[in-house]
Nanobody, 115 residues
């Protein structure tokens, strides 16, 4: 059974950086199909970063140029590096499948960006 555990969130000032980590337990070959989602207040949970079939990173417009996604098969983790954070990035960040078939959601990790 796949379990996803997110960590690395916190409180940061606007313009600051955080690196989130998603530890994956269970069998997901090459961590295929794992992306990062976020839940911002009053908005639906959205997929903000993932990898294409060819392994290229893909981001939503809001975060492109500021976020990067990394996969570490030795640690079985998928990290999200977030730079130049903005107050509107505040929310709970989750990792999960980037397809229509989702795993059980982890608790997520809270990111709060102060202005």
């Amino acid at each position: 059974q796949v379990q996803l555990v997110e960590s690395g969130g916190g409180l940061v000032q606007a313009g600051g950086s955080l690196r989130l980590s998603c530890e994956v337990t269970g069998s997901i070959p090459s961590l295929e199909g794992i992306g990062w989602w976020r839940q911002i207040p009053q908005r639906s949970r959205e997929l903000v970063a993932r990898f294409s079939i060819l392994g290229d990173p893909i981001f939503v417009d809001d975060v492109r140029g500021r976020f990067a996604i990394f996969k570490d098969n030795t640690k079985n983790s998928v990290d999200l590096q977030m730079d130049n954070l903005k107050p509107e990035d505040t929310g709970v960040y989750f990792c999960n499948s980037d397809s229509g078939v989702l795993y059980s959601w982890g608790r997520g990790t809270q990111v709060t960006v102060s202005s």
